[in-house]
């Protein structure tokens, strides 16, 4: 299962990523890919078309990024990239992704 946890207030944004969804076999698993695509593209964008500064790490399994300073650019950005996975989790359910919102 993969595991987000996202902690958002108005001038910083935390996310990490943890786990395999196990959707699929290995390479093939198109829940992973999803998840993995929303996550990074909306690294590499708010790193581009954004003001905000952003620090990442990334290993097999896991992305953690904290943004802070956020701009409207990286609001947009990250509530685009919460829609996504929402969305991920809406068409193959709780049994492959998780999503928490924690309190600040």
């Known amino acids: 299962m ?3 946890n996202i902690k958002k207030t108005e ?3 935390n996310v990490e990523v ?3 969804a196990l959707y699929a076999a290995h390479g093939t698993d198109i829940v992973c890919a999803a998840v ?3 996550t990074i593209n909306s690294v590499n964008s708010i790193d581009k078309f954004s003001k905000s500064k952003i ?3 990334v290993n097999d ?3 953690k990024f904290d943004v802070s300073n956020i701009d409207d ?3 947009v950005l990250i509530d685009s990239m919460i829609l996504g996975l929402e969305a991920v989790k809406e068409e193959y359910g709780n049994k492959y992704i998780e999503i928490n919102y924690l309190e600040v």
């Open 2 to 4: 993969i595991r987000i």
């Open 11 to 13: 001038t910083e944004f």
């Open 18 to 20: 943890v786990g395999h």
């Open 36 to 38: 993995s695509m929303l």
């Open 55 to 57: 620090a990442y790490k």
């Open 61 to 63: 399994g896991m992305l």
């Open 73 to 75: 650019a990286s609001k």
